[in-house]
């Protein structure tokens, strides 16, 4: 006769597997330990076969009896129950596998292997928050230009729409490579061209240009107490004004204490260019001190929080610090330090431009159009650097006369 729930409930084990019929080929199959799995005996091609219905009580005997019926009509339709579970759960499997967090992820590690440290991170980070949760675990080939939409909309409403858009073009490519890697017919992101609204007005970084106003900046950084790779970072910043990536993931087997250089793998630069840095004596001094603490390791400007000490400070680490000392985004960023040298060293201590464009770094070539490569103009860089440096000392200890603000046509320092 059929089963009922308090006839299960008060099925005891015994020393022998006990089986309790329902009726339609199902039974309750009871271990000595305890164990109640529900089975479906059945026979196809003139074999006898069982199908697991899972167990009790997660798989109460009402929904057993609805799996017994519907594998009855499957068997009954040509179709082996078992052989179209697994068929499921494979079709489910690859589902995973071709989910779109899989794919992006994919991609990026292949992408990134040519992107220098900080873009990468940025951009794992971006579709970590504003794609992964709504798309992560989609099949990429299911995602429709609609959905993909809404998802970017949600960025939109907060009000980041450079990074909705930056988002948009990471889908674009993570499409295209789930296309080529036949994992998706097309790509929906294409849809979408026109769909989000205009970048706001490119704002230039902002940096503090007028002396006494560096003055006051260098004073705020002299007397911050945070930690103290995240100090060193600060003060070493306005003498080698490099970006800010760059500095946060500086390396000690980049950097030459004793002959004041520290070289930058192209691997790490935005131009993909080897880069040298002539280091000034306060430069070094301040990165002796700091090699004490952190020379033992990889990075220079090591975190010193969290349980993986082996990693740079965070990429937010250094602007948090300025809001602390009162600096916010529309006075002065990191990235501002580069603008400032550009513009002082040019306009107020007329420096030559192509100098100083090499030493940010920026794409310099002579008059036949060749790059020039990353050792031109050195000595005359190393001097400048230093007069850089011993021009923002007096600025920082007021010692020295405040040149006002206008280009030094006769003469410069250094």
Known sequence: MPLTDTAIRNAKPSTKTQRLYDGGGMYLEISPAGGKWWRWKYRWLGKEKR?????????????????REEARRLLA???DPSLHRQARRAAEADKHANSFEVVAREWHAKASQNW???????????????????????????????ELLVTLNRTVDRGAVETARRALQNCSAIFRYAVVTARAERNPAADLVDALPPSPKVRHFAAIMDPQAIGSLLRAIHAYRGEFPVRCALQVAPYVF????????????EVDLDEAVWSIPAERMKMKVAHLVPLSLQAVAIL?????????????????????????????????ALRQMGYDKDTMTMHGFRAMAR??????????????????????????GRAYNRTAHLAERRKMMQAWADYLDELRTGTGKVTPFRRIVSGRIG
């Not at 199908?51 to 799996?67: E, F, H, I, K, N």
């Not at 490099?242 to 087997?253: M, Q």
Request: proline share 9%.
């Open 51 to 67: 199908l697991s219905l899972g167990t009790y009580p997660d798989v109460p005997l009402a929904s057993a009896r609805a799996q």
């Open 77 to 79: 339709s040509g179709v």
């Open 116 to 146: 220098v440290p900080v873009h990468s991170e940025r951009t794992l980070l971006r579709l970590e928050r504003e794609l992964f949760p709504w798309l992560g675990r989609r099949p990429v080939a299911e995602i429709k230009a609609r």
């Open 343 to 368: 513009t002082v060293l040019d306009e107020l201590l007329g420096f030559r431009p192509d100098y100083i464009e090499h030493q940010l770094a920026h794409a310099v070539r002579d008059p036949n």
């Open 242 to 253: 490099v970006r800010p990536g760059e500095l946060r993931f500086a390396e000690w087997s």
């Open 288 to 320: 002796r001190e700091l090699h004490a603490l952190t020379g033992h390791g990889r990075y220079v400007f090591k975190t010193m929080r969290g349980p993986d000490y082996n990693r740079p400070i965070g990429p937010n680490t250094l602007v948090v």
